[in-house]
């Protein structure tokens, strides 16, 4: 990437403002991620002439479109923000404004919440009746069933489901996506060319860290069907060491929801075992859900998925870091 220079384009309520920003604009940050959290997206400003104290106060809510990258190459489409928070500083080093946009509205994010029993519901029937009061739309793999208890918000719950259903759940502008978390890595074998490598000389820094805590090597998923009066149990053994054991009670119809119910809360508690950070240059390509393959350290050189990636761009010029898990 040497020779080429950064480029933002920033619209704020669907007018350019990227030249009537770019001289106080200090740094823009982007940080996508593949799931249970919203994209978000960061302008730090210096405030030295006043302007945010004024008319230029961002309002909570109003939006924010952005696009990163380089002059004449491709850029990333950030999709849009809508203002959550605004910070102002001052002191004798001078006046800055941080203002904070998120990809989903207030509204939706810090929704009130609700309490209610779901018996067997369609996962599909959950997802069309939350997105009709929300406007969004729910798309991807929405198949199969759900019985709990909600306590928390709508979007809340369909995180939660999403979690113990083996789901990712992904905010992508209006739409909230569900997939399966294996279909990540079976792109991969269909399409070679869809993975990255990225050789060490092009790693500015990493950072590796392998946990014991937390593990689960595993699972026995148990439930009692009250009509035919008959205990129903499925495992799943990772063969993982330092993994403890866990027993969920899960409502499922047979043996084989049972064993994939257990296999789903292994892959879910060990996700977070091993996390390999690293800075880049910045690379267009690195966003949340795409499969990379580091070269140059050892026995991590495998498969990961990026399960974050913030993009930079400031004085010191555009960087990309992303967190990678298995």
Known sequence: ??????????????????????????????????????????????????????DWYPEIDDRITLKIGYERADLIDCGSFWVDEV?????????EVSVRGLSLKSSLVYAPVKKQVVVRKTFKEIADEIMAETG??????????????????DIALLFRIAKETGRIF?????????Y????????VQVRPDYLLEIPRRNVLS??????AAGRIGRCVCKWWDYVTKKSISGMYDAGIKGGGSAVIWEEVKDEAEAQKKAEDYVTER????????????????????????????????????????THCVSSAGYTTSIMLRK
Do not use: H
Not at 170 to 178: A, I, Q, S, T
Not at 295 to 300: A, L, S, V
């Open 136 to 153: 969004l739309k729910a798309v991807g793999d929405l198949d199969g069933s759900w019985s709990g208890m909600q306590n928390e918000s």
């Open 270 to 309: 060990n996700k977070k075992g091993e996390e390999f950070t690293m800075q880049l240059m910045g690379d267009v390509r690195l966003r949340a859900g795409v499969c990379v393959k580091p070269k140059g350290f050892g026995r991590f050189d495998k498969v990961y998925y990026v399960a974050e990636a």
């Open 180 to 187: 399966r978390r294996e279909n990540i890595t079976k792109m």
């Open 206 to 211: 990493y950072d590796i860290s392998d946990k």
């Open 1 to 54: 990437m040497e020779g080429l220079k950064p480029k933002i384009v920033i619209t704020y309520q669907d007018k350019n403002v990227t030249s009537d920003f770019a001289p106080i604009l200090k740094s823009v940050s982007f940080r996508d991620y593949l799931e249970g959290r919203a994209a978000e997206v960061d302008l730090q400003f210096s405030n030295e002439k006043g302007f945010f104290l004024g």
């Open 87 to 95: 910070k102002l500083t001052g002191s004798g080093s001078g006046d």
């Open 170 to 178: 992904k905010v992508e502008g209006d739409e909230l996506v569900f």
